[in-house]
């Protein structure tokens, strides 16, 4: 088990381009998070998947990020057109909580994804 | 709606003193409690969680949360700190269910020699 990876680590992109971000859980966790994480704050809640189901979006996700888990295994975020209030660091998360469909489950954070929009 | 309040943006502690890092949140329902430890370039390490029984919780690296249910609150504490403990601490709150959690703030904790 080598833990929730994301790449990549770093990305600058100049504004108005798309970027794309991916994820890839523990193996064998059903559900997945992503969070955005700005200076000075802490992680805001951006979506979820269990499996490949994307069960809740957060209203703070404009229609410019998109999120998909084909294979209810790893997982793309997408952005488009990025603006300067896009630039934070992209962090994910995976859990999972089989038969324990009540129950909060334990988070696994990866390593993040800083993103600097210039 | 759920929100988490970390009351001390910035602790500074010299070592082998005691800290407590404060933590009150806001919710309609019960509530599952979470303190995470962020150290530079790093994603988010669970250092405990409260979901039910006992209000005193151990988690790792020394430190312990109290849950006061009638005070709203989660502190954080550790009888004695180390320099190693220098990062930011997050608390977070979960309704269940969805899983997802809100966080707080962030208290950013400096072990000084």
């Known amino acids: 088990d080598t833990g929730v990876s994301q790449d990549p680590r770093h990305k600058i992109t100049k504004r108005g381009q798309n970027v794309t971000f991916r994820c890839d859980p523990i193996s064998e966790h059903n559900r997945l998070y992503w969070y955005r994480q700005t200076l000075g704050q802490g992680p805001e809640f951006l979506t979820y998947f269990q499996n490949e189901a994307q069960l809740e979006k957060s209203r703070l996700l404009s229609d410019r990020f998109s999120a998909e888990r084909p294979k209810g295994s790893f997982s793309t975020l997408e952005i488009q057109r990025t603006e300067q209030g896009d630039s934070a660091m992209y962090l994910c998360a995976s859990s999972s909580n089989w038969g324990r469909e009540n129950s909060p489950d334990t988070q696994y954070f990866g390593p993040g994804t800083r993103l600097t929009v210039l | ?113």
């Open chain 2, 1 to 113: 709606a759920q929100s988490v309040t970390q009351l001390d943006s910035q602790v500074p502690v010299f070592e082998e003193a005691p800290v407590e890092l404060r933590c009150n949140y806001s919710s309609s329902v019960s509530v599952y409690l979470f303190w995470y430890v962020q150290y530079p370039n790093q994603g988010l390490q669970l250092l405990l969680k409260y979901l039910s029984g006992s209000t005193l919780v151990k988690g790792i690296n020394g430190f312990e949360a109290e849950f006061n249910k009638s005070q709203t609150s989660f502190h954080l504490r550790k009888p004695s700190v180390h320099i190693s403990d220098t990062a930011e601490y997050f608390c977070a709150v979960s309704e269940g269910g969805a899983g997802k959690s809100t966080f707080g703030d962030g208290t950013t904790l400096t072990v000084k020699p």
